[in-house]
Every structure is written in structure tokens, then in C-alpha cells.
């Protein structure tokens, strides 16, 4: 049984960093979509940053430039560094997993087809 675990959110100032990390157990595939996908109170679920199996990544326009999607196979974690974060990246942000590639430009438009999720983690940001 896949299990997503994620950490690393915090409150910080408009213009400070933060690191996201993704513990993932269970995932025993080695063809597969991961990705971070964020909600704010009021909005929709959105797609933020996906990594494909094949390495190819995709980001969300709103994030492009600031943040980075990693990933560190040995260790099962997947990691979102964000960089010079916006009031309006403020969300809970959570990570997901699908255990088929697909086109991560697809995948940041359907959080519906991945069926695992993490318990999600809170980003604060102040301006």
C-alpha cells in the first residue's frame, strides 16, 4: 500500500524559501507520475509541479522559475523547493502519486487520476 508523507511547510515572508519533502513507502514501480499540487481555501485543488519516471517535469505558470521539483530515488522522496514565494502561493500543498507515466504537462491539469495522496502540509505566506 502506497503511503505519502509530506513536511517541510512552514509561515515565512514574501520572498523567503521553503523546502517540501515527500516520503513515499509502498511504491514498488518503477514507471510511475509524482507530483505537488496545492489548494487554498475557496479554490480548487491545482497542479503546481509533476516529475515523470522518465525524468520530464512540468510546471505550473505561477511557479515557474521559483520553484523546482526533485526527486531522490534511493531515499523514496520527493522534494519541491520554492524560492522567492508570493503571498498567493499560500495553500496547503500536498504530494501525489500515480503508478503510470503520463505527460507531466497532462498530469498538473488531473489531480482526479492520481489515487494516492499525502495528509498534506500548510505554507503561510506573509507579505
Known amino acids: 500500500q502506497v503511503q505519502l508523507v509530506e513536511s517541510g511547510g512552514g509561515s515565512v515572508q514574501a520572498g523567503g524559501s521553503l523546502r517540501l519533502s515527500c516520503a513515499a513507502s509502498g511504491v514498488t514501480y518503477s514507471i510511475y507520475s509524482m507530483g505537488w499540487f496545492r489548494q487554498a481555501p475557496g479554490k480548487e485543488r491545482e497542479g503546481v509541479a509533476i516529475?515523470?519516471?522518465?525524468?520530464?517535469?512540468s510546471y505550473a505558470d505561477s511557479v515557474k522559475g521559483r520553484f523546482t521539483i526533485s526527486q531522490d530515488k534511493a531515499k523514496n522522496t520527493l522534494y519541491l523547493q520554492m524560492n522567492s514565494l508570493k503571498p498567493e502561493d499560500t495553500a496547503m500543498y500536498y504530494c501525489?502519486?500515480?503508478?503510470?507515466?503520463?505527460?507531466?504537462?497532462?498530469?498538473?491539469?488531473?489531480?482526479?487520476?492520481?489515487?494516492?495522496w499525502g495528509q498534506g502540509t500548510q505554507v503561510t505566506v506573509s507579505s
Open positions: 501525489a502519486e500515480r503508478a503510470r507515466a503520463m505527460s507531466a504537462t497532462q498530469a498538473l491539469g488531473v489531480p482526479y487520476l492520481f489515487p494516492y
Open positions: 516529475i515523470i519516471s522518465d525524468g520530464s517535469t
